[in-house]
């Protein structure tokens, strides 16, 4: 019986993130920051963005906006995330500067990174944020991932 009731102790801890990880809104613009202390920015949201809290430490909030591997994750102020959208989010579509008839949309804001998917030039999708010269988001199958500034319109 100890042992039963010991692993199911180091399985809650193991999963202790999914259980605790609840949905929110930005209320406002926010930097995703390393840290919770506002370590190095990792990249901006804007007001609107539905995200995962995956934890509170005091007044930070660790969250992650996207899925997968084009996923953002970081602290914002808690004070930041809650109920209230204000919808800052916006449509956009695809475009190629290139001539192409399609862009890449990557796993994270460098042409280096994988790719998550290939987006045919006027493909509608709502960008969520913004990182170093790339545009955070999400397309209307649920794809989240980077594209460069350049290839939005």
């Known amino acids: 019986?100890?042992?039963?009731?010991?692993?199911?102790?180091?399985?809650?801890?193991?999963?202790?993130?999914?259980?605790?990880?609840?949905?929110?809104?930005?209320?406002?613009?926010?930097?995703?920051y390393g840290s919770p202390a506002q370590g190095e920015a990792r990249g901006t949201l804007l007001?609107?963005?539905?995200?995962?809290?995956?934890?509170?430490?005091g007044e930070y909030a660790e969250i992650r906006a996207g899925?997968?591997?084009?996923?953002?994750?970081?602290?914002?102020?808690?004070?930041?995330?809650?109920?209230?959208?204000?919808?800052?989010?916006?449509?956009?579509?695809?475009v190629s500067p290139y001539g192409t008839p399609a862009?890449?949309?990557?796993?994270?804001?460098?042409?280096?990174?994988?790719?998550?998917?290939v987006l045919p030039a006027g493909t509608a999708v709502t960008v969520l944020g913004s990182h170093r010269g790339y545009l955070f988001v999400r397309t209307g199958t649920g794809q989240y991932g980077f594209l460069a500034a350049n290839e939005i319109q």
């Open 1 to 32: 019986m100890k042992r039963k009731i010991g692993l199911v102790f180091l399985l809650l801890l193991l999963f202790r993130t999914a259980v605790l990880a609840e949905s929110a809104t930005v209320g406002e613009k926010v930097t995703l």
């Open 67 to 94: 899925a997968g591997a084009a996923s953002m994750t970081g602290f914002v102020r808690a004070s930041s995330i809650g109920d209230a959208v204000q919808n800052e989010t916006y449509g956009a579509n695809v």
């Open 103 to 117: 862009v890449v949309l990557r796993s994270s804001a460098s042409d280096s990174y994988e790719a998550v998917a």
């Open 47 to 57: 007001a609107g963005t539905r995200v995962e809290v995956i934890a509170s430490e």
